[in-house]
């Protein structure tokens, strides 16, 4: 019930914290983890993502305040509960994010952020293969935990999306985690022979071989401060209340949901809100669950006239063959999350960096598993990466049994909906190039019908859907910024022996999927409370757009 260091969280980053703390043997690590065992092929099977997430065992279950934007809808928001946390539900994409988010990063106040400091955490944790699609080895890792590999891309319809954007006039890319963002390209997975990689394979496993590293599966009521100083958690399981004792540092890695507000019931966070339940102030910092951002997403959906999607999979009997292969040699469908091209493009001339996010799919499904009634079909999923609107999580009262009040305030600015429309319109136009004319059916959403401002603005306020991206709500940034949570070196600002390490402290969301991110946080941070000197920084250059104030076609039209 002691160790020296004690993380809370045993998802993308506290599984790397785990493996990193312990990994020369000098001190004892203690992984704290309310969730259950990820072993089964719900979690294990790359093309089974649709199911952990919408499983009451593995998911939180927490669901937002009633979005005022979005017509009073209530949008799921799920994180993992259990072993690896979002990685063990999440889609399994693996994006970096661009070098400029964190560049931004070191602007707002992240000092040693930037992305010249960054990369070479990811060349750690990587080990990247490319399945012979091309690719940027010297901007890779090749021997780190985390395998990124690339699916088999053999539905020509992921050809198609790629060759639709160049034909667009759009940048291509060869890969979009190396020198070159922007373009239309393969798309990257945490996926090794045929399984999803999520840090509790890649971390967490190997960390607890170990003799210095051990998880306790129970419940985080709150962090123990004595004097100005975290001394241990309160936890509670088997329904008795217990303390452990951590000898040098707490860590907390229990997402942008549950570690704002594992901090505002230890006494950390807005004074006032503090007091409203009755809890005594440890630290005023106004900043705790504010910030909180996300990525939405719209499906885009086109019917298909060639028998090829995914849809001829969708009965028990196909199901039932993909499951069994996959279960007896790790191989076929059931080996992919089916997310294999990609695209991140720019949404005007004048943004400097791309700004757009797609998952090209090569079926018309929502993430729920419900597929479309049209039958054969293929979908992008689009959305803008950089929403000025913030929210907040807040606590519903003192019982640490409650779920936390999840507020995101989607689309509180007309930038918003400007940014979705050309979205919208923007993937009209790559459908409608001739690479997808042997494919192309009708429109099944939103329809061609569909094409005044005010059209498209309903049907992004019925069909808008998290990516499921939250972060920022214990924001990193300098001591003097009244808003951040912790210090550049992850330190909870005004509490000794206390950090915090994962999406929670980003400043600004980044472009792309989370994981990666929260995974290189959780490396950083390893060295930050090592007390070690960060790994040299790199001076790799990436690619910008020559001509990005006048242009979003590719550099060769320019």
């Excluded at 990369?119 to 935990?145: I, S, V």
């Excluded at 993909?322 to 076929?332: D, E, P, S, T, Y």
């Excluded at 929260?518 to 250059?541: H, T, V, W």
Aim: charged letters at 20%.
């Amino acid at each position: 019930m002691q160790a020296d260091f004690v993380v809370i969280g045993s998802g993308s980053a506290g599984s790397a914290m785990a493996y990193r703390l312990s990994e020369d043997g000098k001190h004892s690590v203690l992984v704290l983890e309310y969730g259950g065992t990820d072993i089964g092929p719900f979690i294990q099977m790359p093309a089974a993502l649709s199911y952990p997430m919408n499983m009451k065992r593995y998911d939180w279950g927490y669901t937002t305040q009633p979005e005022p934007h979005l017509g009073g809808r209530r949008l799921a928001a799920p994180r993992g509960k259990v072993v690896g946390g979002s990685s063990s539900i999440n889609g399994m994409v693996y994006v970096r994010g661009h070098a400029c988010d964190f560049d931004h990063w070191e602007e707002l106040g992240a000092t040693g952020w930037g992305y010249r400091d960054v990369l070479p955490y990811y060349k750690r944790m990587e080990n990247w293969t490319d399945g012979g699609h091309g690719g940027d080895p010297a901007w890779r890792g090749t021997d780190g935990p985390l395998h990124v590999t690339r699916g088999p891309r053999e539905n020509p319809l992921f050809d198609a999306f790629v060759q639709a954007g160049g034909q667009a006039g759009y940048e291509l890319t060869d890969d979009y985690n190396g020198e070159k963002q922007e373009g239309f390209g393969p798309m990257e997975q945490t996926v090794y022979k045929g399984r999803r990689w999520s840090t509790a394979n890649a971390y967490l496993r190997p960390a607890l071989k170990r003799p210095n590293c051990d998880m306790l599966r129970c419940f985080v009521r709150r962090v123990i401060i004595k004097d100005g100083r975290a001394t241990g958690v309160e936890i509670e399981r088997g329904g008795k209340i217990e303390i452990v004792t951590a000898n040098r540092e707490v860590v907390l890695a229990a997402s942008a949901f549950n570690s704002p507000k594992i901090l505002m019931l230890s006494g950390i966070g807005p004074a006032a809100h503090l007091a409203e339940h009755g809890i005594d102030v440890v630290a005023d910092r106004p900043g705790v669950g504010g910030n909180l951002q996300d990525h939405l997403e719209l499906y885009i959906q086109q019917a298909s006239t060639q028998p090829i999607t995914l849809f001829k999979h969708w009965n028990l009997w196909s199901k039932g063959m993909i499951g069994a292969q996959w279960l007896f040699g790790k191989r076929g469908l059931g080996a992919s999350n089916q997310f294999e091209s990609a695209a991140f493009l720019r949404s005007k001339p004048g943004v400097k960096y791309p700004d757009i996010q797609y998952h090209f799919l090569p079926m018309a499904v929502r993430y729920d598993g419900q597929a479309a009634a049209e039958g054969h079909g293929f979908q992008a999923h689009v959305g803008p990466m950089r929403s000025a609107s913030r929210g907040r999580v807040s606590l519903v009262s003192n019982d640490p049994a409650d779920a936390p009040n999840i507020a995101f305030n989607y689309m509180a600015h007309d930038s918003d909906w400007e940014d979705f429309r050309r979205c919208i319109r923007l993937t009209r136009e790559i459908f409608a190039q001739a690479a997808f004319d042997p494919y192309r059916g009708k429109e099944i959403q939103p329809g061609a019908e569909m094409q005044s401002d005010e059209a498209l603005n309903a049907f992004i306020a019925e069909h808008a859907e998290s990516a499921y991206h939250p972060c920022g709500t214990c924001k990193i940034g300098a001591v003097d910024d009244p808003d951040a949570v912790v210090d550049p070196e992850c330190r909870v600002i005004g509490v000794k022996g206390l950090r915090v390490a994962d999406s929670s402290i980003f400043p600004r969301i980044t472009n792309g999927n989370l994981n990666g991110p929260s995974i290189m946080a959780g490396e950083k941070a390893s060295d930050m409370i090592l007390g070690r000197a960060p790994l040299p920084a790199s001076n790799q250059q990436p690619w910008i757009h020559p001509a990005w104030r006048e242009t979003v076609k590719a550099a060769a039209m320019a």
